[in-house]
Structures are given as C-alpha cells and as structure tokens.
C-alpha cells in the first residue's frame, strides 16, 4: 500500500481527495485578476449611477487590498475562498442592493459582469500549480495511489483550470458542486468521490485549504484530513486538520 509521509509520519493510505482553488493552483494569480475586475466593473457602474462604490468593502468580500487598493490576499475563511458562485453572486449584489439598486437587477448586473471577468481569465489562463505539486502528483501517480478533485467549483469549470495546469491526467474522478445536493462541508463530496474511485473513505486522506475541507473529511470517516497553508497561519482557521502543512514540499509518497 502507498504511504504518505507528512513531518516524518507515514499514513498508509490507497488514495487523495484535494480541494482545489488553493490547495492544486494558487489562488491569488487567478483569483485575485477575477475579482479586481469583477468589482471594477461593479464600481464604474455604481459611480455612473452616482453611488458610493463596493471597492473600499472589499474586505466584507473577504478581499484584503494594499494602500493603492490592489487586493494582496484573501480571508481562508471568507466567501470568497469557500463560497459557491451563487453565494458570491448573492452576496455581491447585496452590495448593489444597498446601494439602491433592485433586487432582481442587481443579480442580473452580477451575472452580467461576473461574465466578462470569466473572459478575461478565459484570456489569461492564470492557473498556476502550488509550488511542488506536480512533483508529488508525478510520486502519487507512480505509487499507484487514486487521486479525485472536490471543489465548490463546476466539474466543467475544474476540468478547464486543470487543463491550463496540464494536470488533468492526474484525476480521472471530479466531483464539483453540481454533481451533489450538499456542498461542504457536508460529506457528500467525499463520499462520492471515494465511491468512484473504489475505496472507502477510510483509505483516504484529504487535502484541502479550507476548515470546510477538513470537516467534510472528518464527517466522511476519511483516514486523515491535512489543511495547506502557504503563509504558515493555519493553526488559526484549519481548526480541525490533522496535519497541516505549508507546501508539498512538506510531504512525500511511497
């Protein structure tokens, strides 16, 4: 059975459920473009209507922004890193709302803008892989172990980004928020995902950058859940990760 070892323990495991948006790609080189445009867009549209713009709420948004108001990071617990489209949609125009706008426009406007920044990343193919990471899929791949993408992303949307990545051939099971009734941290995901691959979720370990991938794992029964947190503040959000660790340089298979 393959092994993972992670600061020096082995956990022998037959297969890895990882979340996606910063935990296989960097979140802020494609995530970060999404959302400067998306609410620039929001903004020019609030100020020709002659209202207070979105851009200085960025942190309601769980956005945080430098001086300049360029956004540098976001909030691991926040909407942004761990809600579904329609709940950044609706809470994006709540925004709009407030600011006078009608309900049922301003998630039309959402929609509509929220389009043209998907373009842009259509444009730019910004996924990039965490540091490290195609190397540990290459060391899975040649251990034998099964790998699965859960996200709160689209499976059609996942297969694009993992594509940019070239990292497609590495995950033959997907399974996004369309594919169940439940998001995360609901089980659901989890379940699904081992099902297809053949396992139980006792074979498995997640891998996740959210505190929502870890309850999901540790409701599904999986073997171990370990939270990823590049900045080394895990230990404040990843509540209920086994493990946590700061890169895949941190872990190895055999």
């Given amino acids: 059975m393959p092994k993972v ?23 802020m080189p494609m995530w970060g473009v999404w959302a400067t445009v998306l609410i620039g867009l929001l903004d020019d549209h609030l100020i020709t209507l002659g209202k207070e713009p979105i851009d200085h709420r960025k942190e309601s948004l769980g956005l945080f922004s430098d001086q300049t108001g360029k956004i540098t990071g976001y909030d691991k617990a926040g909407p942004i890193a761990m809600g579904t489209e329609e709940e950044v949609t609706a809470l994006l125009a709540w925004h709009l709302y407030t600011a006078g706008i009608p ?11 929220n389009k043209s920044a998907m373009q842009k990343l259509e444009q730019d193919r910004r996924a990039v ?19 699965a993408v859960v996200t709160s992303d689209t499976v059609k949307e996942t297969k694009k980004h993992l594509d940019w990545m070239d ?9 996004g928020r369309d594919r169940v009734s439940k998001g995360k941290p609901n089980p659901e995901m989890a379940l699904l995902a081992t099902q297809e691959m053949g396992l139980v979720p006792q074979q498995c370990i997640v891998i996740g950058d959210s505190n929502g991938d870890m ?40």
């Fill in 5 to 27: 070892t992670v600061h020096g323990q082995e956990v022998p495991c037959r297969g890895i459920l990882f979340d996606k948006d910063g935990t296989l790609l960097d979140f």
């Fill in 103 to 113: 309900w049922n426009e301003a998630t039309v406007l959402v929609r509509r803008y």
């Fill in 129 to 147: 892989p965490l540091p490290g990471l195609t190397r540990f899929l290459q060391d899975c791949h040649k251990s034998g172990m099964k790998l």
């Fill in 167 to 175: 990292l497609s051939h590495y995950f033959p099971v997907i399974v």
């Fill in 215 to 254: 309850v999901m794992g540790k409701q599904a029964g999986a073997l171990c859940t370990i939270g990823i947190a590049p900045d080394g503040d895990g230990h404040q959000y990843l509540l209920d990760a086994d493990m946590i660790i700061r890169g895949y340089h941190e872990l190895s298979v055999q």
